[in-house]
């Protein structure tokens, strides 16, 4: 088995646990002495730097949310005077103000060590050919794993996105052996490879795909349409980038590189700490950086965390795939509705993951639409068997979901492609 840091990755827990609470314990001092908007929150709480001995203290802490970022944007939470800051990252920002995240040259070298080991954990090493299709400049993607796959000493190929042809062109004359980039726009290269009959000029062997939720079924169809391993890559840029966590060749589930970044869960609405092996919201304290390290930033994200025993020899907490979000759960007459489940009824009735939700209100009254693309193999010009396939799919989507969308069997290739995250909600109401 490789290892990018084993002395990190197979840690015991005991020594794993005495690293954290020392980090902790150095943070917490330095944020509450540099951070004005920090010293306030813990001063509310009547929390003093005196109070976290270990990580058992870790609750004691106020928690951070994205709108307390948006406050304190863009220098409120600096940690550091701004000299000693060297790079920026940015959120691809959805509403309201952008999020800022700064790095020392020291932030920017763990970030890229997380990711190194995110590329050997896939298989990696110097002698690859790392073919980098997430986006460069304020996303972290492309910066990540560029920053992990010149740490493993893996031949780099900086292909930001777009430009397919191009793409596909770099990627088979320079014999490129893993991609990086978000699971629809691996999908997307995948049916372009087999309408081209590109298969077999192909030399990928593994794919490092993140940065947003895709499903067990999406992981076996593009591994099975390109051949290769698909793993997940998870992170934020609030508390880096990719790299946060990882998977390994066991594909259960991604480790958490819990030396820089303590994950806890906790119930979305209470705020309290979670048992692991429960599903909640995820939490994150950083405990290694110097500019930007924030304290139990509240994710949104939903998953589990696990501690069984791990096939690859590491010892790190591994967390579920993200099943949804606490925001971006669709409320849908009263249902809670989460992209994700969709998906997968899709993949298991043989679709592509090519579709779009569409919700409106109209007259009070919840719409909810999906649309469905056929492959070119599944295109037919008879109603009669279109009716056909969209009434079974609405039949796995009532059972799935305990309330039936409207099921719209669309052209192939009419939905708009991504090249970074797929836009797969359109959410119209104005509520
Ligand atoms: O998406 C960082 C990243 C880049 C991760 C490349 C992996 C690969 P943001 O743009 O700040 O950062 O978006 C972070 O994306 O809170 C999740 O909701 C979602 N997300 C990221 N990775 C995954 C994943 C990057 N593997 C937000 N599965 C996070 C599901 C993911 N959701």
């Known amino acids: 088995?490789?290892?990018?840091?084993?002395?990190?990755?197979?840690?015991?827990?005991?020594?794993?646990?005495?690293?954290?609470?020392?980090?902790?314990?150095?943070?917490?001092?330095?944020?509450?002495?540099?951070?004005?908007?920090?010293?306030?929150?813990?001063?509310?709480?009547?929390?003093?730097?005196?109070?976290?001995?270990?990580?058992?203290?870790?609750?004691?802490?106020?928690?951070?949310?994205?709108?307390?970022?948006?406050?304190?944007?863009?220098?409120?939470?600096?940690?550091?005077?701004?000299?000693?800051?060297?790079?920026?990252?940015?959120?691809?920002?959805?509403?309201?103000?952008?999020?800022?995240?700064?790095?020392?040259?020291?932030?920017?070298?763990?970030?890229?060590?997380?990711?190194?080991?995110?590329?050997?954990?896939?298989?990696?090493?110097?002698?690859?050919?790392?073919?980098?299709?997430?986006?460069?400049?304020?996303?972290?993607?492309?910066?990540?794993?560029?920053?992990?796959?010149?740490?493993?000493?893996?031949?780099?190929?900086?292909?930001?996105?777009?430009?397919?042809?191009?793409?596909?062109?770099?990627?088979m004359d320079l014999d490129a052996t893993i991609l990086c980039c978000t699971p629809s726009y691996a999908a997307f290269l995948a049916e372009n490879i087999i309408q081209q009959g590109l298969q077999d000029k192909i030399s990928l062997k593994a794919g490092i795909f993140g940065a947003e939720a895709w499903s067990e079924e999406m992981r076996h169809d593009i591994e099975n349409k390109l051949n290769i391993k698909a793993y997940d890559i998870y992170g934020l840029t609030e508390i880096s980038g990719p790299g946060v966590s990882f998977e390994c060749t066991e594909q259960t589930g991604m480790h958490v590189n819990e030396d820089h970044f303590i994950p806890e869960i906790i119930d979305p609405d209470t705020g309290d700490v979670l048992p692991d092996g429960t599903q909640g919201e995820l939490v994150f304290t950083c405990i290694s950086k110097e500019a930007f390290p924030l304290l139990r930033y509240r994710t949104r994200d939903l998953c589990v965390l696990t501690r069984d025993e791990c096939s690859c020899g590491r010892t790190l907490v591994k967390m579920s795939r993200i099943t949804g979000r606490t925001d971006d759960m669709l409320i849908i007459r009263g249902v809670n509705v989460f992209p994700s489940q969709i998906e997968a009824v899709l993949m298991n009735a043989g679709y592509p993951a090519n579709y779009q939700i569409i919700v409106d209100r109209v007259n009070y009254t919840d719409t909810f639409e999906v649309q469905v693309e056929m492959t070119p193999e599944m295109f037919s010009d008879t109603v009669k068997e279109v009716e056909a396939m969209e009434g079974e799919l609405l039949a796995s989507m009532r059972a799935m979901l305990g309330i039936s969308p409207k099921v719209t069997l669309v052209a192939p290739r009419s939905i708009t492609r991504s090249e970074g995250k797929a836009v797969r909600v359109i959410d119209k109401r104005k509520i």
Request: glycine share 10%.
């Open 1 to 171: 088995m490789n290892y990018y840091q084993p002395e990190m990755e197979c840690a015991s827990r005991e020594n794993m646990r005495a690293l954290q609470s020392e980090r902790l314990v150095k943070t917490v001092k330095h944020v509450y002495e540099n951070v004005a908007y920090y010293r306030k929150l813990m001063d509310e709480k009547g929390v003093e730097p005196g109070d976290i001995k270990s990580i058992d203290d870790l609750n004691k802490l106020p928690f951070l949310t994205k709108s307390d970022l948006r406050d304190a944007y863009p220098y409120g939470l600096l940690a550091l005077p701004l000299a000693d800051a060297v790079r920026i990252q940015s959120t691809s920002g959805t509403t309201g103000r952008r999020v800022v995240a700064f790095y020392t040259q020291h932030d920017i070298d763990i970030w890229d060590e997380c990711c190194a080991r995110a590329i050997v954990a896939a298989g990696g090493s110097k002698n690859d050919v790392v073919h980098v299709s997430y986006g460069y400049g304020l996303f972290t993607g492309g910066p990540g794993l560029n920053g992990g796959s010149h740490k493993v000493g893996s031949l780099t190929l900086p292909m930001s996105s777009g430009n397919t042809e191009r793409q596909l062109q770099f990627m």
